[in-house]
């Protein structure tokens, strides 16, 4: 099975990141509408689809291009640079193949079906997990999701939130609880256009407004009885699935230190564009400008460090990093980016929460960075658990 999974050299391990400015200035191009809106973004969707980024991650052995973790977390650099919105919907459908990559547990048939109809248009995949009841799944908690046997297979009933791209997707991995004696968890395949599925809550957030993290209903959902991955009893091993792991919380941070990017060269522009009757020459000329360019370039080059030389550890399966480092690169790497554009935005005063400059809604969009499980605070306590020896 060959995929769309066209290899683009700015994208490759050893590129710099940020590099490919013809995608990334298309997102953004984009992106300024799409943020306006609030609407699924799918002409940006298809974008990222014919660069042959959304299917990066689906494994070698599936004919795929087998994109490890510094890989992907290059890639949502790039793309946060440009419309993070989208890079948040293609890192979800970026995990699911990095994790079937890893470790197959979609029935084959179903899973090479998938992979068929990805050489033809954008597939999104996305779990859906976090609940009005039970929060965030990375908390502990029993799913209320329940899913119920019938004669062929199960009937699912629930209500989960903040389904990131919930109108595009083709697949909600929905975690749910079974109604038997002695009941088990387990996450149900099913299929986006399936009868049943209702947004209930629109996403109309301060940041990332073109996600499309909504509000889900599952109302007796037809699922076969085969369309079920990671059935068990209840526990620390089935909760595993929900605490984000260096494959992932290293590139979402990625994603955002993209976003401080943007912001940066936005910044700059302004600086060497900006002239006052009263100064003569650029702004960027000034000590107070040079000086807080030199903070956000710190701050933004440290993040980068230490999230792809993380990242490069894990593919290379490090065991002195631990995954406790990988925590600590993430909450480092979210400060140090939301830091960055408070810097940029504090400096330039009004002119940095005009609507009319992508500035405003950098600023509005690196508020989400710390929102991801797991969150700073479940970080820091496995942490500082580990570092006094509990």
């Not at 689906?58 to 291009?65: A, I, M, N, W």
């Not at 990805?118 to 996305?126: A, C, D, G, M, W």
């Not at 807080?292 to 440290?302: F, K, S």
């Not at 480092?325 to 790497?333: C, H, K, T, W």
């Amino acid at each position: 099975m060959t995929v769309n999974s066209r290899a683009n050299p700015d994208l490759s391990p050893d590129a710099n990141p940020g590099l490919n400015p013809d995608l990334t200035a298309r997102l953004a191009e984009l992106a300024v509408g799409y943020d306006r809106s609030g609407t699924y973004p799918a002409e940006s969707i298809q974008v990222v689809h014919e660069a042959g980024l959304l299917t990066a991650t689906v494994g070698k052995r599936y004919g795929g291009r087998g994109a490890r973790v510094e890989e992907t977390a290059r890639i949502l650099h790039t793309l946060g640079r440009g419309d993070p919105s989208v890079a948040l919907i293609t890192a979800m459908t970026l995990n699911t193949h990095a994790r079937e990559a890893v470790r197959p547990t979609w029935p084959e048939e179903l899973y090479a079906r998938v992979l068929k109809e990805s050489e033809q248009r954008p597939v999104l995949i996305n779990h859906a997990r976090g609940e009005p009841e039970l929060g965030s799944p990375a908390r502990g908690g029993l799913p209320a999701t329940v899913a119920r046997r019938t004669a062929d297979g199960w009937s699912v009933s629930g209500r989960k939130r903040f389904v990131t791209g919930a109108e595009g997707l083709d697949w909600f991995l929905v975690w749910a609880t079974t109604d038997e004696p002695e009941p088990r968890v387990g996450t149900f395949l099913v299929p986006g256009g399936s009868h049943g599925i209702e947004i209930t809550d629109r996403w109309d957030q301060l940041g990332l407004r073109a996600s499309g993290s909504h509000d889900v209903t599952f109302g007796d959902v037809e699922v076969p009885y085969e369309h079920v991955i990671g059935l068990g009893p209840h526990g620390p091993a089935s909760e595993q699935d929900n605490r984000a792991g260096a494959s992932l919380h290293l590139p979402l941070a990625a994603l955002y230190v993209g976003v401080a990017r943007a912001a940066q060269a936005f910044f700059h522009t302004f600086a060497l564009a900006r002239v006052p009757a009263n100064l003569g020459h650029p702004v960027a000329r000034t000590e107070r400008f040079r000086r807080t360019a030199g903070e956000i370039e710190l701050l933004l080059a440290t993040a980068e460090q230490l999230l792809f030389d993380g990242a490069a550890r894990v593919d290379a399966e490090d065991p002195a990093y631990t995954p406790e480092q990988a925590l600590g690169a993430r909450v480092l790497a979210d400060r140090h980016a939301v830091r960055a554009v408070e810097l940029a935005v504090r400096l330039l005063g009004n002119p940095g929460l005009a609507r009319g400059n992508p500035l405003e809604r950098h600023f509005r969009d690196i508020q989400c960075a710390p929102v991801h499980a797991p969150q700073e605070d479940i970080s820091l306590l496995a942490i500082g658990t580990k570092a006094l020896d509990l």
